[in-house]
């Protein structure tokens, strides 16, 4: 018999399983923070990355969770590490949406790099090539998202906020917590209790209206109406910001329903972004379009479920006629900028009815709310018209 061969891999099963729970767990929180934050961050710019920045990370979640089912039951487990949990539950008081950014991609995002690469490193190559195939997907995500860092924050300085974030990540031991633990440091004084918004906050360039708020399509002349049909599209980060806000506040739905809101969510910040793009290809400027805030603080006053099914069975349902009819008048007049940018969203927007129909029961049932599910879409979406489609957009005391 030969000699027992010492391998010099760090990583072993039961490790590979503790580790993989920290990463699935930090991932998952990042993409909630994000979530959470998106209303209430200010700058456009901002905003439009937070989309992309949420749907990739919850691509990150997927990835992990196809590798967990594998090896664990059930898949999504809490790491046990209180100080890794503390750490991911702080991350959202920052004081304002530069700190918490800078929190994210400055401190959390290189040390997961880190953490990735190491473990590449050092598991069973071949026995747990799955694990290897999702870190270097998700390492090229994460690369980027490190990049986007200077274009999103500049030169904002690492304030107390940010030495916070990495003294709460030391005490962990790092994203692996095999690092040797610091102290927890105390809370700094610009640390800002987190209250999700119900507002939806704008930047100083942008004027905000509720003037003709979500009045049906009037006609008028058609340069007249397609301009405004992308102006509308680039005021959409109002839906992405009510999916952002059920998302925040349903905790207890299933992995897939995050998923796929995560998704709902990134899309609709891109509808805003082609409505920004087709403006700019005209020459125009998007913050010269005043913003329809008004429209999430009519919605954010019902409960999740009630606003998923004013947005999902309301607005998404009832735009495909019109959206329709907007395309095949692009086509006749071989507007092919207008009639690809509209083909895209319609692709977008069928999925976004589906999983409205999918998830309305589910959430519902997080809510509360206990009447049959026809009944309670009919309801909704009479309320949809009357007040949404009436330009009315009543904010009622009653909800307050
Ligand atoms: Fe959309
Ligand atoms: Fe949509």
Redesign the pocket.
């Known amino acids: 018999m030969r000699d027992q061969v010492t391998p010099t891999e760090e990583i072993d099963f039961a490790h590979n399983k503790r580790l993989l729970n920290r990463y699935r767990f930090v991932e998952y929180e990042l993409l909630r923070i994000l979530a959470g934050w998106l209303p209430a961050t200010a700058r456009m710019e901002h905003k439009l990355a937070m989309g992309r920045l949420l749907w990739e990370d919850a691509q990150h979640v997927q990835h992990l969770y196809q590798r967990l089912r594998e090896i664990q039951t059930p898949a999504f487990r809490d790491p046990d590490d209180p100080a890794l949990m503390r750490l991911m539950a702080e991350l959202i008081h920052a004081p304002d949406e530069r700190d918490l950014l800078a929190g994210l991609l400055r401190v959390i995002k290189p040390a997961l790099v880190q953490a990735y690469a190491w473990h590449i490193d050092q598991t069973f190559a071949n026995p747990d090539a799955p694990t290897l195939y999702a870190f270097k997907h998700i390492l090229l995500d994460e690369a980027e998202h490190v990049h986007l860092t200077e274009e999103l924050l500049g030169d904002h300085p690492a304030g107390e906020w940010e030495a916070y974030v990495r003294g709460l990540l030391s005490a962990a031991g790092g994203i692996t917590g095999r690092e040797e633990r610091g102290v927890a440091p105390e809370p700094p004084l610009c640390r800002t209790n987190f209250v999700v918004s119900r507002e939806a906050v704008r930047d100083e360039r942008f004027n905000l209206v509720n003037h003709n708020a979500g009045k049906a399509h009037r006609p008028s002349n058609p340069e007249t109406e397609r301009l405004q049909e992308f102006e509308s599209y680039s005021q959409e980060m109002l839906?992405a910001e009510t999916v952002a806000l059920i998302l925040y506040l349903s905790p207890g739905m299933p992995w897939e329903f995050v998923y796929n809101s995560a998704r709902?969510c990134y899309?609709?910040t891109r509808?805003c972004r082609l409505g920004i793009e087709w403006l700019a290809r005209h020459g125009l400027d998007y913050t010269q379009v005043p913003q329809n805030t008004r429209i999430y603080a009519w919605r954010s006053q019902y409960d999740p479920a009630t606003q998923y099914c004013l947005l999902t069975m309301g607005n998404?349902q009832h735009a495909f006629p019109y959206r329709r009819q907007r395309l095949t008048a692009y086509k006749a007049a071989g507007d092919r900028l207008s009639a690809q940018f509209i083909s895209y969203d319609m692709a977008?927007?069928r999925q976004?009815v589906a999983y409205g129909r999918k998830w309305l029961p589910q959430l519902m049932e997080q809510h509360g709310i206990k009447m049959p599910v026809e009944q309670f879409v009919d309801e909704t979406v009479a309320r949809w018209e009357a007040e949404y489609r009436s330009g009315a957009l009543p904010l009622h005391a009653e909800y307050a």
Do not use: K, P
Request: net charge negative; no cysteine; proline share 0%.
């Open positions: 839906a709902h899309d609709e509808h998404e977008d927007e976004h």
